[in-house]
């Protein structure tokens, strides 16, 4: 249960104190748990969608929102504004991009990638409480945490040190590819809308690695926060525009 402990303290703000440093076989073991830990994120969504179904639509997306944040602590969300500033300011060099990302500082573009997903999402959250559509909200955490794995089995670590070169060197590769079929299976739950957000997810993801390895030759820890982001935008934004089509 360790690695699940890593993973669940790595990508949430849960309050879970680890008894130990955890070894590099854990560190790669955690990256299975981390759709786990997206269905934990979408449950909890779920709950609160169904509970507070009697607010008004524009408020309780707001509180949807802004609950996804801050279970995430926003760390997906600073993957993203460092990717942005970098892809910007890199101007196509590799080492430049990579001194970038990381800055600390958020630049113009970060902050602008990080209003249009937000506005994004919130249109989308919308759109699915006004179709009464919670049970959705269980999916979209979990396709958003199936990129690490996807990221991580199919790409290079282009940092020489850190938790992603940790990963990349122990992480189960059998049992991380079975993993991703069974949560692309799992997702036929949801009949074509889950079909086409899979899709959605599998494009999105084949068109990021391309693109970071074109520029920085793999992925780094922030290139792999903001594909999280992105896709879990990228198939909620599908699985919405879908629903007004198959159902």
Same mark, same amino acid.
């Given at each position: 249960?360790?690695? #699940?402990? /890593? @993973?669940?303290?790595?990508?949430?703000? #849960?309050?879970?104190?680890? +008894?130990?440093?955890?070894?590099?076989?854990?560190?790669?073991?955690?990256? =299975?748990? $981390?759709?786990?830990?997206? *269905?934990?994120?979408?449950?909890? %969504?779920?709950?609160?969608?169904?509970?507070? !179904?009697?607010?008004?639509?524009?408020?309780?997306?707001?509180? /949807?929102?802004?609950?996804?944040?801050? %279970?995430?602590?926003?760390? !997906?969300?600073?993957?993203? @504004?460092?990717?942005?500033? @970098?892809?910007?300011?890199?101007?196509?060099?590799?080492?430049?991009? *990579?001194?970038?990302?990381?800055?600390?500082?958020?630049?113009?573009?970060?902050? *602008?990638?990080?209003?249009?997903?937000?506005?994004?999402?919130?249109?989308?959250?919308?759109?699915?409480?006004?179709?009464?559509?919670?049970?959705?909200?269980?999916?979209?955490?979990? *396709?958003?945490?199936?990129?690490?794995?996807?990221?991580?089995?199919?790409?290079?670590?282009?940092? @020489? +040190?850190?938790?992603?070169?940790?990963?990349?060197?122990?992480?189960?590769?059998?049992?991380?590819? %079975?993993?991703?079929?069974?949560?692309?299976?799992?997702?036929?739950?949801?009949?074509?809308?889950?079909?086409?957000?899979?899709?959605?997810?599998?494009?999105?993801?084949? $068109?990021?690695?391309?693109?970071?390895?074109?520029?920085?030759?793999?992925?780094?820890?922030?290139?792999?926060?903001?594909? /999280?982001?992105?896709?879990?935008?990228?198939?909620?934004?599908?699985?919405?525009?879908?629903?007004?089509? =198959?159902?």
């Amino acid at each position: 249960m360790t690695a #699940f402990w /890593i @993973a669940l303290q790595f990508l949430t703000t #849960f309050p879970v104190q680890l +008894k130990a440093m955890p070894t590099p076989q854990q560190n790669g073991q955690s990256l =299975l748990f $981390y759709p786990v830990v997206g *269905l934990i994120i979408g449950v909890i %969504l779920f709950a609160i969608a169904s509970v507070l !179904h009697a607010v008004p639509i524009v408020l309780l997306s707001s509180v /949807i929102l802004v609950i996804w944040i801050w %279970l995430t602590g926003g760390l !997906h969300l600073d993957g993203l @504004a460092d990717t942005a500033d @970098a892809w910007v300011g890199g101007f196509g060099d590799a080492e430049r991009t *990579l001194k970038i990302m990381k800055d600390p500082a958020c630049g113009p573009i970060g902050v *602008l990638s990080l209003i249009i997903i937000c506005i994004l999402k919130w249109s989308a959250i919308y759109l699915l409480l006004q179709k009464q559509m919670y049970i959705a909200l269980l999916l979209f955490p979990v *396709l958003g945490r199936v990129a690490p794995l996807i990221l991580f089995l199919t790409t290079n670590y282009v940092r @020489a +040190k850190g938790l992603g070169r940790s990963i990349v060197s122990t992480m189960p590769r059998k049992s991380a590819w %079975l993993l991703v079929m069974v949560i692309v299976c799992g997702s036929f739950y949801f009949a074509w809308l889950g079909l086409i957000a899979c899709m959605s997810m599998m494009i999105g993801l084949w $068109y990021l690695r391309r693109k970071f390895i074109q520029r920085i030759g793999g992925i780094t820890g922030d290139t792999v926060g903001a594909s /999280i982001e992105i896709i879990e935008c990228v198939s909620l934004l599908v699985f919405t525009m879908g629903s007004f089509y =198959l159902r």
